[in-house]
């Protein structure tokens, strides 16, 4: 079984490109960093992990995803390898995304924005919560059913 599930933030905003052809396909890459559990010596350490999605995964990151965004994403391990423009053999790996969600309320990421300026940006473009509620949940504005990642 391969199965990854990964909580980290995003260290830059993800880069997105679309495949050529007829049936245009979007291709997103970011980087997660998670923090380690165990801390050596008291310093903060974090792994960088490749991520890559495709289709409305990948127009999902690039409408919403941002740098220090924290997500919750699941998926599974792929490896590969190319040849550079020295003649010299690259191998990668990267987590192809399944699955990926904001794992922190507006709010906590308001919070730990201090070192991301592109945090402001993001939370200016979403919706507010509905104070009419009072439940702390989103309004889903009129539409985007067909943009969310999931049915």
Known sequence: ???????????????????????????????????????????????FIGCVSFGRQAEFAEKYLRQGTKIAVTGRIQTGSYTNRDGQKVYTTDVVVEEQEFAESKAAAGEHAGGFQQQNSFRQSMPEPSAAAGDGFMNIPDGIDEELPFN
């Open 1 to 47: 079984m391969n199965k990854v599930i990964l909580m980290g933030r995003l260290t830059r905003d993800p880069d997105v490109r679309y495949s050529q052809g007829e049936n245009a396909t979007a291709v997103a890459r970011y980087t997660l960093a998670v923090d380690r559990r165990f801390k050596r010596d008291g310093d903060q350490s974090a792994d």
